[in-house]
């Protein structure tokens, strides 16, 4: 299921885009798991929420095995009390062995998102506003809204975007 609201595509890309930035700390937040060598790459893949359940688990399990224990997935990890070049390196190779985590099918694809948020960058220059064309591949980052950016006009322009990419 796509978002409705191409400002929803935004938000979740620049929040994307600051954790890439983040790195080891996303994954270190999102992720409690890791496997072990039995059972790496037997990932569900017919469902979501069991994938990701199942590779965090092993994600974390990994971790630990590798030092890093990083609690309670539901909570932030405190790294300054890790070696982050360290944390670095069992990260990547915990990764490497446990894999990617799952993609949830219903979100919206990378280039589903850049026309998306082309045609909202095209609504708002027509609403009047200097915005920009996000550029492909840099992760969507998009102009901030100011105090003088109407949120109606920021609605209309999202609901113009989603329909006219959605079609």
Do not use: H
Not at 9 to 32: C, D, E, H, P, Q
Not at 67 to 74: A, K, R
Not at 135 to 161: E, H, I, L, Q, Y
């Amino acid at each position: 299921m796509r978002s409705t609201l191409p400002t929803r595509n935004i938000r979740r890309t620049v929040v994307s885009s600051v954790a890439a930035a983040a790195g080891v700390l996303l994954l270190l937040g999102l992720t409690a798991c890791s496997p072990s060598a039995d059972t790496a790459g037997e990932l569900k893949t017919d469902d979501y929420e069991t994938s990701i359940v199942d590779w965090r688990q092993k994600m974390d399990d990994c971790m630990k095995e590798a030092g890093f224990d990083l609690g309670d997935p539901s909570t932030p990890v405190d790294t300054s009390q890790f070696d982050m070049d360290a944390l670095n390196r069992a990260s990547a190779a915990c990764t490497t062995k446990v894999g990617e985590p799952p993609v949830d099918p219903n979100q919206p694809t990378e280039d589903e998102m850049f026309d998306t948020q082309l045609a909202f960058a095209k609504c708002m220059r027509e609403a009047g506003y200097d915005y920009p064309d996000p550029v492909k591949g840099s992760g969507g980052m998009s102009a901030a809204f100011g105090s003088d950016v109407d949120p109606n006009v920021v609605d209309t322009c999202s609901a113009t975007a989603e329909k006219e990419t959605s079609k």
